[in-house]
């Protein structure tokens, strides 16, 4: 089964809302990554945060990760119809090496 | 840098044939993964390599998946016989680590077999 599972799976709001999407996992973990899919194209890497980090910001993107809930939020602030995608977490569980991703939130954003 | 490179990006064929597909990494990454996505299953990796080197092909789903790589800037997976339940996304992805660097995707392989 899925490691992360993203939470909504659809989320659809107007050109600048933000947006919040969620990712929960089961066991503890090395470092989570947030990644983003437009319709036909592969995946791009958006931000990894680390067990022991708790918020990471990249320009309109914030990232929090909570241990202690096995959770993590993805907030993509003012948002624009580019924004529109498929957002996936990834979680590089202890003691493994490779990454499992979740089945992805799909975002759409208005004009 | 180009990127990941995959061709081709499209493959139609019937179902008993066989299929190639092709991955370039990214010059100097070490670390070439294959997926497979679809929507039940979400995004499964299938094998990756090190160094040119299997080393995990726990995800291959059975022995008609295949997967080399002869040198450090190609990649082939191959299915013999192709099934219509192999139609999926196939993606290639390189890095300079596993789990704990990112991951750089090719544009992927949509795969039809009827």
């Known amino acids: 089964s899925q490691q992360g599972e993203e939470d909504p799976q659809a989320l659809s709001i107007q050109e600048g809302e933000n947006a919040t999407m969620n990712c929960s996992y089961k066991?503890?973990?090395?470092?989570l990554q947030w990644y983003r899919q437009n319709s036909g194209r592969g995946l791009v890497h958006l931000i990894l945060?680390?067990?022991?980090?708790r918020e990471k910001h990249s320009g309109r993107l914030r990232v929090t990760l909570d241990t202690s809930k096995k959770s993590s939020s993805l907030l993509i602030t003012a948002s624009r119809a580019a924004d529109t995608a498929s957002y996936f977490c990834?979680?590089?569980?202890?003691?493994?090496?490779?990454?499992?991703f979740g089945k992805g939130t799909m975002l759409l954003v208005s004009p | 840098d180009a990127g990941v490179i995959q061709s081709p990006r499209h493959e139609v064929t019937e179902m008993g044939q066989e299929v190639t597909l092709r991955c370039k990494p990214i010059?100097?990454?070490?670390?070439l993964f294959w997926y497979r996505q679809t929507m039940m299953r979400g995004l499964e990796l299938l094998i990756y390599?090190?160094?040119?080197?299997?080393?995990?092909d726990s995800g291959m789903p059975e022995d008609r998946f295949s997967a080399k790589m002869p040198n450090a800037s190609f990649s082939t997976l191959k299915i013999q016989p192709s099934e219509p339940r192999d139609s999926a996304v196939y993606f290639c992805?390189?890095?300079?680590?596993?789990?704990?660097?990112?991951?750089?995707f090719g544009s992927g392989t949509q795969l039809s077999v009827l």
């Open positions: 992805a390189s890095s300079s680590g596993t789990g704990s660097e990112k991951l750089f």
């Open positions: 066991t503890s973990i090395n470092n």
């Open positions: 945060i680390r067990s022991n980090e």
């Open positions: 990834a979680t590089l569980l202890s003691g493994y090496s490779t990454l499992t």
């Open positions: 010059s100097g990454h070490d670390y």
């Open positions: 390599f090190n160094n040119n080197v299997p080393i995990d």
